[in-house]
């Protein structure tokens, strides 16, 4: 994914805030930071965010967009006794 440097201004502070804002309600600093997703194949963005977030928390990247294929493989395990329901 290509990110052109205006869209890049206006995302990158915003998920950056946003990313401030779970680690908040988390009580403090979170095991990790995953970014996932198509904003995770683009290297600007990856390099844009870090100044904002390496603080809270170590940052894993992650690209592409298999999310809901995982949640999903995941959510089947379940049934099948593979993986413990967790709640959060």
Partial sequence: MHFHSSTAK???????GWIGAMT????????????TGDMASSERFVAEITPY?????TIQVFPGSLEM???AEAAF???????????Y
């Fill in 24 to 35: 908040a309600v988390l009580h403090g600093r979170p095991d990790a930071i995953i970014l």
């Fill in 77 to 87: 395990r379940v049934p099948t006794g593979q993986e413990a329901l967790m709640t």
């Fill in 10 to 16: 206006a995302v990158v502070p915003c998920e950056g």
């Fill in 53 to 57: 977030i390496y603080a809270l928390s």
């Fill in 69 to 71: 294929e995982a949640l």
